[in-house]
């Protein structure tokens, strides 16, 4: 599915030249030819940034997003895929024969009220596109993080567009790529103390990330003293330090069971609901 910009609203060239400006420092060293921002909200709108006029008449749905990257509900609050691992030969030869972009990469970051899709390409083939990408992926993923800051009043100033043709099951599908507006909570042992929910696993994991809780706010939309308790109130109540708890492995108080480690995904069970209508027949 391909969503077409209306191109009469603003002028795409002179977006198109401030996007350049913000990305042209970071790019250009690290031969990226093609950056595509993507914000997509709750209430199924979005907008579309890119740093070439002729990135903007497609916005890649269906390619980078639900069919690809599969995110683990609980436990991330960020997530990527390569193209050349993930999409389809007719898509990767679309975008290469139409587009003259090769080797690409989507970064997805999730919040409550939105997530972002930050798209990094290639206009030229590379003989270890995967290997060189995953090499600058943490800066890549540093710069994700940027961009909506340094681009805050691009932001503000393009207008919503509406996702055209979402069918029911898609949209319900999307609400998996927000944050959880409640926390969820985990055990790590048999203590009625030992748990951790869901804010403070991703405030773990973000710190274990390095990052500082001004940034750990910034990213899940809370204050840094906000994080800061998280973390404070899990350590007290576990007894256990910041590196130990991210080890550990919390099973989710729902009925599927799941197994969730920090450092891996989430094992989704595919039946459910037929596990849920067997316990309510039992």
């Not at 990226?32 to 749905?61: C, G, H, V, W």
């Not at 103390?193 to 990330?209: G, H, P, R, S």
């Amino acid at each position: 599915m391909l969503l077409l910009i209306d191109e009469s609203s603003y002028d795409l060239v002179q977006v198109a030249q401030e996007v350049d400006k913000i990305c042209s420092y970071f790019l250009n060293p690290r031969k990226i030819s093609y950056f595509q921002f993507n914000r997509i909200y709750k209430n199924n709108t979005f907008i579309i940034l890119a740093n070439n006029p002729n990135f903007f008449k497609e916005f890649p749905d269906n390619g980078f997003t639900e069919s690809t990257i599969h995110v683990p509900i609980y436990s991330r609050q960020s997530s990527f895929c390569f193209w050349d691992e993930t999409l389809t030969e007719p898509r990767l030869s679309y975008l290469r024969e139409k587009q003259g972009l090769y080797h690409g990469l989507t970064i997805l970051s999730r919040r409550k009220a939105f997530y972002d899709c930050t798209t990094f390409a290639m206009s030229k083939s590379h003989l270890s596109p995967v290997a060189y990408y995953f090499h600058i992926l943490k800066e890549l993923q540093k710069f994700s993080e940027l961009f909506p800051t340094m681009a805050r009043d691009l932001i503000k100033k393009v207008p919503r567009k509406l996702l055209h043709n979402l069918s029911g099951a898609r949209s319900v599908n999307r609400k998996s790529f927000f944050l959880p507006k409640r926390s969820f909570r985990f055990c790590i042992g048999e203590d009625v103390n030992n748990y951790i929910t869901t804010y403070e696993a991703l405030c773990v994991q973000l710190a274990e990330e390095g990052k500082s809780y001004k940034e750990i706010g910034s990213i899940l939309s809370i204050a840094s003293t906000t994080v800061k308790t998280h973390l404070n109130r899990l350590r007290a109540r576990t007894k256990l330090s910041l590196q130990e708890i991210s080890m550990r492995s919390f099973q989710i108080h729902t009925p599927n069971k799941s197994i969730i480690n920090l450092e891996t995904d989430i094992k989704h069970e595919n039946n459910k609901l037929s596990g849920t209508k067997k316990k309510k027949i039992s």
